[in-house]
């Protein structure tokens, strides 16, 4: 793997913290907008992984974002585990509730980086097959249909996703330097997005919208994320991370179709 100068990386560092920032608060600001089944469509798209694979494409090389999608397929497993534990409890403030989601993702993400088989087949199935089952768990967990009002973000919330997006990129990009990018890879799918959209909705919707949003997040990211590191894996080597991100978006585009009707903004999106 090619060394890079120090004030080159800095430099690249910089440029993922920009993209992590723009894409976040560009993507959230567009699903507090447009309403309940775009919120959860859009919000559910492979984006913070993407970015994030991305990014140690850019900080490092094409070849160790390739190393990364190994476990990218897993580290979104553990991510998707993150909606049910938000989603589960019935009567936590949304503090408390977060706080509790995050602090069981970080160690099962952990554990993928440390300990799972550096095999990107396992990966992939290992992935569907938590992913489903959470996605099973999560159907019984009952929440209320809370009517949708779409939201203007103020500049300030607007500023914090971006930095928070920024940081993310930046952080996953950082630990795929130090750790390497199997490490990167397990923590690329980082639920940013979904943390900070939870968040507003949470405060500007009521803690029981925000619930019943990971419904339609878990709809679409198991059909979109997964597949969309499969072909990340096999298009960045021949097209590079550029033109690779872009093709692996048009190849799940009939994934992502099929997510939109499931996500139609005239049926419900709780179980």
Known sequence: MPVIAPADLALRLAASFAA??????????????????????????????????????????????????????????????FLLFYAAPKALRFRNRMLLALGLWLPMSTAVALLAPEDF???????FALASAVLLIRARVSTANVAFVPTIPSARLTVFRGILGGLVVTAVAVLSVLSGPLVGGAFAPAPAIWASSLYITSRTKGVEFSR?????????????????????RFLFPTAGIGLGTLFSYIAIAPLAFLAWRLTDPRRTIVP
């Open 212 to 232: 019943s949003l990971t419904w339609t997040f878990m709809r679409v990211g198991i059909l979109t994320v997964i597949p969309y590191g499969v072909a990340a």
């Open 121 to 127: 087949v396992v990966s992939v199935v290992a992935s």
């Open 20 to 81: 992590g920032a723009g894409v976040v608060a560009l993507v959230t600001g567009l699903a507090d907008y447009f309403g309940e089944g775009p919120a959860g469509f859009i919000g559910g798209l492979p984006t913070m992984g993407a970015v994030n694979l991305f990014s140690i494409g850019l900080t490092q090389s094409t070849s160790a974002a390739v190393q990364a999608t190994t476990l990218f397929p897993l580290g979104f497993g553990s991510t998707y585990a």
